[in-house]
């Protein structure tokens, strides 16, 4: 009886399914309100999360500011144009292209041309 009972507390919880439908908010954009964005907020409904996981699209003419990385990042491009820039380097990013930011990096990005730019961003969160 005592290993069920040690199993059943290590037990991973339940999944949990979101509709980013039910996520989504117009805002200005984080670090700067360089413009306006849609953003799905999706991992905010999980409970005792270790990682973020969003969704955004920035206007045209929008971008997240300047910030330094707390943790490593990632911005993944699913439409749209844009100009990311880590430590002063910048490089122009399209759809199926990855940035993987670093922790301390001064890092922003724009978006770039008529098509909103869409991006999937994912971070650890601290515990």
Known sequence: ??????LALLAAPPMVVI????????EPVPHGAIG????WRISDQVPDRALEF???ALDKGAAIGSHVLGHDE?????SGRGRVTS???SRELGPGMTAYLYKGADVGIAQL????L???IAYPLPR
């Open 1 to 6: 009886m005592k290993l069920a009972i040690v």
């Open 74 to 78: 990632v911005y993944h491009v699913v």
């Open 36 to 39: 306006m964005s849609t953003a």
């Open 113 to 116: 041309g008529e098509e909103p």
């Open 19 to 26: 509709d980013e439908a039910d996520t989504r908010v117009r």
């Open 54 to 56: 969003r969704k955004r």
């Open 87 to 89: 430590d002063g380097v």
């Open 118 to 120: 869409l991006l999937i």
